[in-house]
């Protein structure tokens, strides 16, 4: 159970947070507080928009609003709480979503919801384009150039180095051999009928 407070930003608060270059749409809300309820607080917090990961930088830094019941509002730059829940779902635990120095236990049950901005959009639509061509090749099992399990650098490494590889001369029973000829036959529903056949279940 969450902290029931909500509210809206105001004009100028929008403006403000619209102007950082974040991982989120903007949005004017209604904004959640992220407070477990029963943990005691004074002033409401929610983060309204994130910087993307900087490797050279410590946590990316989040822009908050805090507010509290007295009408007292106020946007403010602020680290995320370092901690990581378990998860079942990721080995690596998940992060707490209060922000760093935050009272009361650590809470990993998002209160709000966030939207990818366009341009993380398209980049997580690349991604996807990107990991499918890679699972495609993986699936069409050349007997030349193998492609290792994952979505790492070498697994890449190994995907330019498949679509480097002339996979005509590849044994004629090879799937990538089959597939070239389609795919040089220009009949891309053949194609990827043949490729949904072969392909695994996506597994993202
Ligand atoms: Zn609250
Ligand atoms: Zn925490
Ligand atoms: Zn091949």
Known sequence: MKC????????????????????????????YCEYPAETMHFQHTA?????????????????????????????RWRQPCASR?????????????????????????????????????????????????????????CPAVSIRDGWDADAEADYARWADVDHTTCPPAALCHQAVLLLAAEDQTAFQAFVDRHLPNPTW
């Open 4 to 31: 029931a407070a909500e509210t809206r930003l105001s004009s100028r608060e929008f403006g403000e947070v619209a102007a950082v270059d974040g991982v989120h749409q903007p949005s004017r809300g209604p904004w």
């Open 85 to 141: 829940l378990p998860s079942d779902e990721d080995d690596e635990g998940v992060p707490c979503i209060l922000p760093a120095g935050h009272g009361g236990r650590c809470d990993a049950q998002p209160g709000n919801a966030y939207e990818p901005n366009p341009q993380m959009q398209d980049r997580i639509n690349d991604k996807i384009r990107s990991m499918r061509a890679l699972e495609t090749a993986r699936a069409l099992n």
């Open 47 to 75: 983060v309204m928009q994130e910087l993307l990961p900087d490797p050279g930088a410590d946590d990316p830094a989040g822009l908050w609003l805090v507010w509290s019941d007295d009408g007292r509002r106020e946007l």
